[in-house]
């Protein structure tokens, strides 16, 4: 049994190494597509693996994202027929809903607004509302959506979650699906503050496109650090433009970096941050990738599966 790490630096790769190196000394481990034996890899650890990689293992049994999200390979059209498991790991969900928070908390109080009367300069109070009259709602209802609604519900935000299926949680109002009144327009038209932490499918790609903005409350915001594949940029802009949308804090883009050019790097009610709401921390995310290569060993399922036809 042998493990390929993939990822897209040096430096990660020998992160990787040397965590695994100090947790499991006696496991087998090639840092890189290019210092392997294709034939010796039985368990493949990825984030954004070149195309085509993974057919090259012939002896491969498992695959594990370094990420939530699996769309960094799932659509691999020659990605080989075995068991595919998303990271999951504490410490990142409370870097996720730590960055909602801050976001959330950034709108409600008018920090954003505020942040830029520093620039004219201008002393300027406003009637900022409290939580209790910010409402919040998230966009995915798994590991991430759940911990940050359960998060703002504590703080006192109204807090409303949409899924697929309907979900139960205390103090959270459930929207699911695409129509009717725990749909998905209902969802959105009771969103002050609308967070994103879908994972990018052939369904949810695009989600965020006029049509579906324009149907938040005017002066709504959006919380973006799913992926960039789910919102329209030109559309986003446009509703940014006419005063629709009051601002946006968006972690992720349809290209990353984003270039130097993308009109959000100016844009004044536009916050950027670069793909950080949430990293992957080898130190504690070293436990599940563990775990799952014990289990592969012994020919077990894997924790934290993907369903491959859903996509996530
Ligand atoms: P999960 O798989 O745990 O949860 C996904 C949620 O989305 C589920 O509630 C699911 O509904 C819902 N969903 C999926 N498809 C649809 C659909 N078509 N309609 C309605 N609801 C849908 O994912 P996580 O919470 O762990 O992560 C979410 C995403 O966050 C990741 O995929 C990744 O893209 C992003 N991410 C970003 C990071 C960053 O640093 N910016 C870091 C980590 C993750 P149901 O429960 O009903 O199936
Ligand atoms: C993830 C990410 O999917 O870091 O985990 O974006």
Redesign the pocket.
């Known amino acids: 049994m042998t493990i390929l790490i993939q990822t897209t630096t040096e430096a990660s790769l020998r992160r990787w190494g040397a965590v695994i190196a100090e947790r499991a000394p006696d496991v087998a481990v090639r840092l890189g597509f290019d210092q392997a034996d294709p034939a010796e890899i039985t368990y493949a650890v990825v984030w954004k693996p070149p195309l085509g990689m993974l057919a090259k293992l012939p002896n491969l049994k498992a695959i594990q994202s370094l990420?939530?999200?699996v769309?960094h390979f799932i659509d691999d059209p020659d990605l080989p027929d075995v068991p595919i498991a998303?990271l999951?790991d504490p410490w990142?969900t409370r870097a996720?809903t730590d960055y909602v928070v801050f976001n959330t908390l950034r709108f409600q109080r008018d920090m954003d607004v505020y942040w830029r009367q520093q620039d004219e300069p201008r002393w300027q109070e406003h009637l900022s509302p409290g939580p209790e009259d910010c409402r919040v709602g998230i966009?995915?209802?798994?590991?991430?959506?759940s911990d940050a609604a359960c998060r703002l519900t504590g703080l006192g935000y109204p807090v409303a979650v949409?899924?697929?299926?309907e979900?139960r949680i205390d103090g959270v109002e459930s929207f699911?699906g695409m129509v009717g009144e725990r749909g998905l327009d209902a969802f959105l038209a009771r969103c002050d503050v609308l967070v994103c932490?879908?994972?990018?499918?052939r369904?949810?790609e695009g989600i965020l496109d006029r049509s579906r903005l324009q149907r938040l409350p005017r002066g709504a915001a959006l919380i973006n650090?799913?992926?960039g594949h789910h919102v329209v940029d030109e559309d986003l802009l446009a509703l940014l433009d006419s005063g629709h949308l009051r601002g946006a804090a968006l972690?992720?883009f349809r290209t990353e970096p984003l270039p130097a050019d993308h009109p959000y790097w100016s844009h004044p009610r536009v916050f950027v941050t670069p793909?950080?709401?949430?990293?992957t921390n080898p130190p504690t995310a070293v436990e599940l990738v563990l775990e799952n290569y014990r289990r592969v060993s012994r020919g077990e399922d894997l924790l934290y599966p993907v369903d491959r036809v859903?996509g996530?």
């Open positions: 990420g939530a999200g769309d998303r999951y990142m996720m966009l995915g209802a798994g590991v991430l959506g949409w899924s697929r299926t979900k699911y932490l879908l994972p990018l499918t369904e949810t650090s799913a992926r972690d992720v793909h950080v709401a949430a990293r859903r996530y």
